[in-house]
């Protein structure tokens, strides 16, 4: 089954965090098909907010350096 997958999308934290995190699970699934990966036409919508909760949720479960390569691989 194919479906259109939107020009522009903002992602939950969530997704960012679980998809990193664990390889087998549909949030990684969802940054596989909107390019967290390897470049695609899809553009994600960004905000200091959703960086910020990022970092901050990174640092508690894991380190602040593992939240820094996040936010770095959104900017790529």
Do not use: C, H
């Amino acid at each position: 089954m194919s479906y259109d997958i939107p020009q522009r999308l903002f992602l939950d934290t969530n997704i960012y965090i679980i998809g990193v995190a664990n390889q087998n699970s549909y949030e990684r699934k969802i940054l596989e098909s909107v390019g967290f990966l390897q470049p695609s036409s899809v553009e994600a919508i960004v905000s200091e907010e959703l960086l910020d909760q990022i970092l901050r949720l990174s640092k508690r479960l894991y380190n602040k350096d593992w939240g820094s390569q996040i936010v770095a691989r959104i900017w790529q």
